[in-house]
């Protein structure tokens, strides 16, 4: 019984050891996205959705939410 236990503590030591060696020692190894910081929500101009800055489009200056909402163009153009 005493080898039994010897046995098991020692397999846990090993597992520990192990699992302290290979773990990554920050989170950008992991995998995980670094985030610089928030980023910018702007209005589409078309339909007035807020969208990140990164995922609109840009026609000059105006804003929009997809390639489909800028050649439809801003809906205040017309008023």
Do not use: Q, Y
């Not at 039994?4 to 597992?15: H, Q, V």
């Not at 990554?24 to 995998?31: F, I, L």
């Not at 980023?39 to 390639?67: I, K, Q, T, W, Y």
């Amino acid at each position: 019984m005493r080898n039994l236990l010897i046995f098991l503590l020692l397999l846990g030591a090993i597992w520990w050891v192990r699992r302290a060696l290979t773990r990554p020692r920050n989170g950008a190894s992991r995998g995980a996205k670094k985030v610089a910081g928030p980023e910018r929500m702007l209005a589409c101009a078309h339909c007035g959705v807020n969208v990140p800055e990164s995922e609109g489009v840009r026609d000059g200056e105006v804003f929009f939410c997809c390639e489909t909402h800028r050649s439809l163009g801003d809906a205040g153009k017309g008023d």
